[in-house]
């Protein structure tokens, strides 16, 4: 039914691991129908698991993997050059530099944008899964066998026995673990024989291993190993041979012999037992390396001999401590101290210092001996969707690739970039890597599985026999045979196939022996009977034990065995027995033996004493040994079978008092008990159902009691709900209309004030169980409704619930709202759980239900909360949205009124931006950080890339950018890193805009436009890239680390939030790369208080120092700390992140300017003040060398555009800033930007020429001019204490000089990436073309004019004071000089003026003043 696509599509089946359970058995197969609760048993553990892949949300991540270094020049750096020269120097360094600067990354839409988009910089380390384990009550996936989460997996394999004499005949043996403190077994048998080169057959079976499962290493658990032989013939050769001192050699007539009597004997006797340790005795007290569960054996396995007096005769691996090879993990153990025993022993016995001494054989057994993790637990590693979950992730594999600065980006770090590699579809392949080849594994049964306080999950149903002693009034040489009957009516009968075979691959047998006591009167038997129990037995079902002697030794035909007497055992008296029992022997069977008429007539040995004892041991998931939980499976069958009395109290006093089982007993057959309550919920009258219910509760509620591990979903319910529940397999109808309904009416109950006792609360905090499963049960439904009438590979339509199961669903979610309101003023977490709860079920049910379905129950929640609430509520609010909005399609959620587009986006809109107006701190942050990651999960999917998806996404949050501008007092309140939250989402929603949406923000107020570019500017000021020197980072702030009280420290103001976190842990680790040498350069900042010269400087003590000073440990020092490499990726992340931003608002600048063009928005034409401001800004701040390149051509497309405007006389302070600043870069010592600055003077020229008088260029350019004079350092000092101009000074006269260059204009103009025309093209509405190099040079020169005659007067500084005339020289040409400019042009004068007064020259003093009169006269 389910093999079918759609299923398939929605659900993943995963096949149970491999236990060597046998199938189900013949005596199973029978008519299961006539009990229901064996068919519920079997279909619990028989049926494939069923995994919702939608569950825990999807992220496949696409990230541009590198970052490019960007370069940020100084007026004395250039950084560009030595890049390209340190590329150049040779082919090895080449690599690095490439990968040091990153390679570019290709935006898809590349030829529209200028730069990279700024999210993946702001948050290079985005992690999904880990931002959505912040989310409170955050679901979080088991993988299915985390039942046998801890735990051990040793296998175990014989490699060889050998002796000194010789090995001649067959030897057989069982290992099992066992518990030396407790004396008991902990495992099953695994058998193994060897076999001498001669009697082998083709495929010695000795090559398959068995394997134990152990919950936690200790040093009392070993492996017992006990051998036997052939019982011994009377008069032939003994074994004592085996362990004679001196050595021996069989004879050929021996060996033959022996092998003749071993063909013809088929009975066995005890020969030899060893006991060999696991683990060694410092496990117990160091509970380090050697108790990690993944310890090789090795060290465990310590060739030491000094154990305690107890461990005596344990096997001392060959004490000169060679532990024969050790392959892999894998361990060769030779025992050389095998005990010969001198008689049959009972396991008891063994180590019973009373007993006499065994001598020791002298020979050897070789073991290869192999530790794994639980083969179960092998799927563990892989999370949810197959990625590596973050712990398995060392954070040294991390930083490894990191090592060789391969990767200056964040891609390679954080789980999700380990994507599908790991895929798992099918689990099962992976248990059994470790243990070679599959099919000789023999799984031996774990006896602890059956005290565990954990649900079975798989069918195993057999008992386990053990005859321990039988006490006889002569020596004989006694065996049993064991036998399991049906009935006692006829002796002749057959017995049942019920015994399992020692020899791997042979059908179930009819019957097993013990091994020959030799000549005992008092026999022992160790011997392990597996017995495959019926599905149910009849009071007639028992075991029977027969007694022979045989006489060994062989006469004229093979010895025959003699029976001595009968024992018998009914089954259901005993089953449940864990104690020894004891039994009279019959000398005879008659019929009817089982029945106490006939018993009297018997004739017993030994006058009707007990004198068998033995023990049996009853392992079971389908037969429970709880009373009440065997009841309530009684009374189920009958009410299923409609065999009970009508009335049906019955069945009620079953359900309620299963909340009397002790819990094992409950947790074991945990699922198998929810099955059937939630049957009788789905399909039982009303009290039944509510019976039912309650006792759901109860056990749940109890369940999560007993969660060791806190979590607010026990695992157990968890992968019940998660694996195990497939809704009956169709089989039945659906779940969830029962189980809304009662659960309804409940709550309807509570709502009306009826009292429902305490277990609503628990109903509470259940709530989430409940949701999953009604979610989990509609799902199917909707898989098995579509499964066949689909075209493969389409998406399943979503279901439209029946009304009525949707206004049940509807007063149930209305009914917990208020719960969650109602709670959450008093401040109850179990009101957030239960909000995150509601959460997830409407996220759910995105997937299965019409969406306008879901829009009624969110709107509904959004009703209850509207508005402005107190902070708790809120932040209820938030966490709701936050998880719906995670979901992985991009909900098509449409509202009431039509023009809503999506309800969703809306409310989520409205909401942030209510949390950045609140109150509450700690809520503004989490608005902000929503939005952020929200808006990365969307750009980062690989899902949305098509740029239609990105429009679409940024249409939807584009409201947002409105709000904000309607509201901008709300954006000044937040905190600078509220405000980078905030500045981010907006850049990022209006680069992926089309420019008809962005345009309508432009078009509704002058004001709103001006307040949109002031958010851009605000985009500049606190993402502008500033070097460390320039101040030191947010230590001098008010708001200082401190003063923010986030958890973790601050390393970048710039970067997202979420970088302290990522940097801390990072730091945490406190990584050791593996490419550095011991003393790595990397890492030798040795501070003597801190560490020893030997020792490298540790990271923790450096946080520990910065943290402890309690001046809020200033970023700069905890920069410092950092890790070289993950200082410099943090670097690479700021630059980028400034450089992208920069990038982005130039983008839109140069959007707006070309709509400004043809005035359809709305601005002030008049002084174009959004252009102004934006550019000045540009110029004001520190920008990287690829702004600076995208930026000259927008420049000059703006001079062409608004050249008008913009050189009016209302803008003269613009066009003086942004004169400065060209001349400020045209003094750079990186010719890329220098030159770049002459282009920008070429255009400031061109627009001149247009649009005013070129005399007020120059004059504006000379002002300019000397006020730069006074900011660039124009001399140096030489050696001889004389000046001499400076580099900077030599610059500035070269690129003035190159301003006029005809010859070279050409040639700049393409270096910097413009047309060849740029300067003779003619803007819109003129004519002719009034561009002349003559009157660019004359201005040119008179620039360099003032230039010269300030460098020589500052060259003249010190020798002013002496040389009176140089001085007055120097005045007179700096008045020259300054003559456009008339304030200058008189200061020199008066300057000349004062300097004649002085050398009393009064004549020339007083021409100076008639001078400066004739100026002002002008």
């Known amino acids: 039914m389910m093999e079918n696509n759609n299923l398939s599509l929605r659900f993943r089946k995963i096949p149970r691991q491999p236990l060597s359970l046998p199938k189900l058995e013949p005596l199973l197969d029978g008519n299961l129908e006539q009990w229901p609760h064996l068919n519920q048993l079997v279909q619990c553990y028989g049926t ?60 898809s839409g590349s030829p529209k944008h200028f730069g990279q988009p700024p999210l993946p910089a702001y948050e290079p380390a985005f992690d999904w899964e880990n931002e959505r384990s912040m989310i409170f009550g955050q679901r979080t996936p088991e993988s299915p066998a985390a039942s046998y989460s801890s735990g051990l997996k040793i296998s175990v394999r014989v490699l060889s026995l050998a002796f000194q004499s010789g090995l001649a005949e067959p030897f057989y ?39 134990f499962y152990l919950d936690a290493p200790s040093a009392s658990v070993c492996l017992l190993i006990q051998l036997e032989k052939t019982a011994t013939e009377e008069g032939g050769v003994t074994t004592s041979v085996y362990s004679r001192k001196e050595p021996v050699h069989l004879t050929e007539r021996e060996k033959q012999k022996l092998q003749v009597w071993s063909r013809i004997m088929p009975y066995r006797e005890s020969f030899a037992w060893a006991v060999v340790p696991l683990f060694d005795n410092s496990i117990t007290t160091n509970t380090g390396e050697s108790a990690s569960p993944s310890s090789p054996l090795a060290p465990s396995m310590t060739a030491s001999s000094s154990h305690d007096g107890v461990f005596e005769p344990m096997a001392k691996i060959t004490s000169d401590g060679k532990q024969g090879s050790s392959g892999g993990s894998s361990v060769v153990v030779e025992i050389s101290n095998l005990n010969k025993v001198k008689e049959n022993y009972s396991e008891e016995s063994i180590q019973d210092p009373k007993r006499k001494v065994h001598k020791p054989v002298k020979g050897v057994l070789r073991l290869e001996i192999e530790k794994h993790r639980n083969g179960h637990g092998d799927v563990e590693d892989l999370s949810e969707n197959g990625s590596i979950r973050n712990e398995s992730l060392d954070l040294t594999d991390r930083l490894g690739d990191l090592t060789l600065m391969k990767c200056p980006s964040s891609g390679s770090v ?289 369940v999560q009691q007993v969660s060791f591990d806190d979590a607010d979903r026990n695992r157990f319910l968890v992968t019940y709900v998660d694996y195990s529940f497939d809704d009956f397999g169709g089989n039945q109808p659906p779940v969830y209309p029962g189980l809304s309904t009662v659960w309804g009416s409940l709550a309807r109950s509570k709502a009306k004030g009826y009292r429902v006792g305490p277990v609503y609360d628990d109903v509470l905090s259940m709530a989430w169980f409940f949701l999953e499963l009604i979610v989990k049960s509609m799902a199917l439904e909707q898989a098995r409704l579509f499964d066949h009438n689909l075209p493969s590979g389409e998406d399943v339509p979503p279901m439209q619930l029946k009304e009525s199961v949707f206004r049940c669903i509807m007063q149930l979610f209305d009914c917990l709202l208020t719960e969650v309101h109602e709670r959450c003023k008093k401040g109850l977490s179990l009101a957030k759980r239960l909000n995150s ?29 509207s508005g402005v609430c107190q902070s708790i509520l809120h932040e209820c609010k938030l966490t709701f949205l936050q998880i719906i909005s995670d979901h992985d399609l991009f909900v098509e959620m449409p509202g009431r009124d039509p023009s809503d587009r999506n309800y969703l986006s809306s409310i989520l809109i409205q909401e942030l931006f209510l949390s950045l107006d609140h109150d509450e701190l700690p809520l503004r942050a989490k608005g902000a950080r929503i939005l952020v990651i929200l808006l990365c999960k969307h750009d980062f999917d690989a899902r ?53 949406s962005l345009v309508k923000a432009w078009q509704q107020s002058i004001a709103r436009t001006r307040l949109y570019f002031k958010l851009m500017e605000e985009c500049l000021i606190l993402f502008e890239h500033k070097k460390a020197a320039d101040s030191i980072l947010g230590g001098n702030n008010s708001r200082g680390p401190v003063s923010e009280g986030t958890g973790s420290p601050k390393y970048s103001e710039r970067l997202s939030p979420a970088i302290n976190n990522y940097l801390s842990e990072a730091s945490r680790q406190e990584v050791r790369l593996e490419g550095t040498p011991d003393n790595g350069y990397l890492w030798q900042r040795v501070n003597s208080q801190l560490a020893s010269p030997s020792q490298p400087y540790s990271l923790r003590e450096a946080l520990a120092q910065a943290q402890s000073s309690r001046i809020g440990a200033s970023a700069q020092a905890l920069r410092e700390s950092l890790h070289p490499i993950l200082r410099q990726k943090l670097e690479l992340w700021e630059e980028n992140v400034s450089a992208t931003v920069s990038l982005q608002v130039l983008e839109i600048t140069e959007k707006f300017s070309s709509m400004a063009a043809s005035h359809n928005i709305a601005t002030d034409y008049g002084k174009l003040d959004c ?194 005339y140089a001085a007055a020289e120097s005045f007179y040409k700096l008045g020259m000089a300054f003559a456009p400019v008339p304030d200058l042009h008189i200061m020199w004068l008066l300057h000349l003026c004062d300097a004649h007064q002085e050398m009393q020259s009064w004549a020339e003093a007083a021409q100076c003043a008639v001078a400066v009169a004739g100026v002002i006269m002008q």
Not at 202 to 208: Q, V
Not at 842 to 853: N, R, S
């Open 1171 to 1364: 252009i102004t401001t934006i550019l000045t800004s540009f110029f004001s701040r520190n920008q990287s060398l690829a702004f600076w390149k995208a930026f000259f051509p927008i420049f000059n497309r703006i001079f062409d555009l608004h050249g008008a405007t913009l050189m009016a006389r209302e803008n003269d302070r613009f066009l003086k800033q942004i004169a400065f600043h060209l001349l400020r870069l045209a003094v750079y010592r990186n010719d890329s930007v220098r030159k770049r600055a002459v282009i920008g003077l070429q255009i400031l020229v061109k627009s001149s020429l247009y649009f005013m008088q070129t005399a007020r260029l120059r004059a504006l350019l000379t002002i300019t001019l000397s006020e730069l004079m006074s900011d660039v350092q124009v001399t140096h000092m030489k050696t001889d204490n004389t000046l001499e101009e400076s580099g900077e000074a030599r610059r500035l006269q070269l690129s003035l000089s190159e301003m006029a260059d005809e010859a070279k204009s050409v040639t700049l103009l393409r270096e910097c990436g413009l047309p060849d025309d740029t300067l003779l093209v003619i803007p819109e509405k003129f004519t002719e073309n009034r561009w002349s190099w003559t009157e660019v040079k004359q201005l040119s020169d008179s620039l360099v004019l003032a230039l010269d005659a300030s460098l020589g007067h500052a060259l003249l500084g010190s020798v002013m004071a002496m040389d009176r």
């Open 837 to 865: 709860s509601l959460a997830f079920f409407c996220y759910d049910l995105l997937y299965i239900i019409e969406p306008c379905q879901v829009y009624e129950l969110v709107s509904l929640y959004m009703d209850k909360f």
């Open 414 to 702: 954080g789980p999700h970039s380990s994507g599908s590699k790991w895929n798992t579809e099918d689990v099962s392949k992976n248990l059994t890597s470790s243990s070679g080849n599959v099919d000789n594994c023999y799984y031996a049964f774990d006896f602890c599985s059956t005290t565990r306080n954990e649900p079975f999950l798989h069918l195993f149903h057999c008992l386990y026999v053990y005859p321990v002693a039988v006490t006889l009034s002569r020596k004989r040489n006694p065996f049993i045979r064991v036998e399991l009957r049906k009935d006692d009516t006829d002796v002749r009968k057959q017995p049942l196939e019920a015994i399992y075979p020692r020899e791997p691959g042979v059908s179930l047998q009819k019957w097993s022996h013990t091994q020959v006591a030799v000549g005992a009167r008092a026999a022992s038997y160790h011997d392990e009977i597996k017995v495959s129990l019926p599905a149910t037995w009849t009071p007639s079902h028992h075991l029977l034990f027969t007694f022979f002697h045989v006489d060994l030794q062989t006469k004229l035909e093979a010895p025959r065995p003699v029976v001595i007497g009968y024992a018998s055992l009914p089954l259901s008296t005993y089953i449940h027995s864990r104690s020894d029992i004891s039994l009279p022997v019959m000398r005879e069977l008659v019929p009817h033996y089982l029945q106490e008429t006939t018993k009297e007539r018997l004739d017993y040995l030994e006058d009707g004493k007990s004198i068998f004892k033995l023990r049996l041991r009853l392992c079971s998931s389908l037969y429970p040994t709880n009373e009440r939980v065997r009841d309530f499976c009684l009374e189920y069958d009958r009410h299923t079978l409609r065999t009970s009395p009508p009335w049906g109290s019955e069945l009620l006093q079953a359900i309620n008092s299963l909340k009397h089982v002790d819990s094992t007993a409950l947790l074991q057959f945990l699922y198998p008990i929810l099955n059937m309550l939630l049957h009788l919920i789905g399909n039982g009258g009303e009290t039944l159902q509510v019976a039912a219910f309650r006792a759901m509760v109860d056990i749940l509620t109890r």
């Open 48 to 107: 494939e698991w069923i995994k919702d892949v939608n569950k825990y949300g999807h992220y496949e991540t696409t990230r541009p993997d590198t970052f490019q270094t960007q370069i940020f020049e100084g007026p004395d750096t250039d950084t560009e050059t030595e890049f390209r020269l340190a590329s150049a120097r040779s082919a090895t360094l080449d690599e690095d530099v490439a990968s040091v600067s990153g390679t570019p990354f290709t935006d």
């Open 173 to 211: 043996g069982s290992i099992s673990l066992y518990n030396q403190e407790r004396k008991e077994k902990l495992s099953e048998d695994f058998y193994f024989r060897i076999l001498p080169t001669e009697m082998q057959d083709a495929k010695p079976s000795s090559e398959n291993r068995g394997v």
């Open 944 to 996: 949305y890339q098509k740029a239609e998806d990105k429009l679409y996404i940024a249409q939807l949050y584009f409201p947002f950018v409105g709000q904000i501008l309607d509201e901008m007092p709300v954006f000044y309140n937040l905190n600078a890193t509220e405000k980078r939250e905030v500045l981010i989402g907006v850049l990022q929603i209006v680069r992926n805009l089309d420019d008809t």
